[in-house]
């Protein structure tokens, strides 16, 4: 080792633990801001909220301090955790199914034969407002959670097709020829390098599918309330006139909505790190 690198050796160290420093700090700056953004949001919530300065009535939008009382009240009842799982087991029907679905179906398109003949048929359906589908399926399948599935993947499954597709659309060229030329059928090239190009498409296309699988779900069960769920509760609350506890309801779906997004957002992150491709998200 000559002397000219012992330098760039000892600062190496103290320059990357100084960095995770920074990063570290920034990350806690960050939270410290969104923590208070919402605290500020809460008071000025708490003060107005059905006062002179408010668009809405309080017995419509309720209060911190009145939501906050009936959500503990739902908490410690264990009220709220039966339509949730029951909700959270819908959506993951769904994505089960729609997975699997979406890929076959790239798979069948990303061939120049799909591409010309299905492809065009994709889209016509992708333009389909999903949500007009839940009154032709109820008379089809009747007031039932296959219906609710149905519905949501329909809305979902385009999600997951597009992140297929675009794994496939990048797939190098070179490695196909290579797997082509060692005798490797179609088969073979899609669980080799299809899924590793499409799992960082898959972890991304989930942060938004599901969400909205969840809020899918949840319009189905207010739109038709036949099946038990956190709409079908929400619903309830709100026709006896119970405004604090249907907004802490809907506050719930947000907080499992955001968790849900950070720990697929970790996911991703760690993921493309994995392979040395991460960058901080």
Do not use: C
């Amino acid at each position: 080792m000559s002397l000219e690198t012992l330098p760039t050796a000892t600062t190496a160290q103290p320059s990357k633990q100084s960095a995770n420093w920074h990063r570290s700090r920034s990350t806690v700056l960050i939270w410290i801001g969104r923590v208070l953004v919402v605290a500020v949001v809460l008071v000025l919530w708490q003060a107005f909220a059905g006062g002179p300065k408010s668009a809405l009535p309080s017995d419509v939008v309720s209060r911190p301090s009145a939501f906050a009382g009936a959500f503990w009240t739902l908490l410690k009842g264990g009220g709220i955790f039966p339509p949730t799982g029951q909700t959270a087991l819908s959506a993951l029907y769904s994505l089960l199914i729609a997975i699997p679905v979406a890929a076959v179906a790239a798979a069948i398109t990303a061939t120049r034969l799909g591409r010309w003949v299905f492809e065009p048929i994709v889209t016509i359906t992708y333009a389909v407002p999903k949500v007009g589908l839940i009154s032709l399926l109820v008379i089809i399948d009747g007031i039932s959670r296959t219906t609710d599935v149905i519905l949501v993947t329909s809305a979902v499954i385009f999600v997951y097709y597009f992140a297929f597709r675009q794994a496939a659309d990048e797939l190098d060229r070179s490695r196909v020829i290579a797997f082509r030329l060692m005798g490797a059928n179609r088969l073979r090239i899609f669980r080799s390098l299809m899924i590793g190009y499409a799992i960082p498409q898959l972890i991304a296309a989930s942060r938004i599918a599901i969400p909205l699988a969840f809020a899918t779900e949840i319009f189905a069960e207010l739109r038709v309330p036949g099946t038990p769920g956190l709409g079908v509760e929400l619903t309830s609350l709100i026709d006896n006139f119970k405004s604090a506890s249907s907004v802490g309801v809907m506050l719930l779906i947000l907080v499992l909505g955001y968790l849900l997004d950070l720990l697929l957002r970790g996911l991703l992150s760690w993921y493309t790190k994995s392979i040395g491709v991460g960058t901080e998200l």
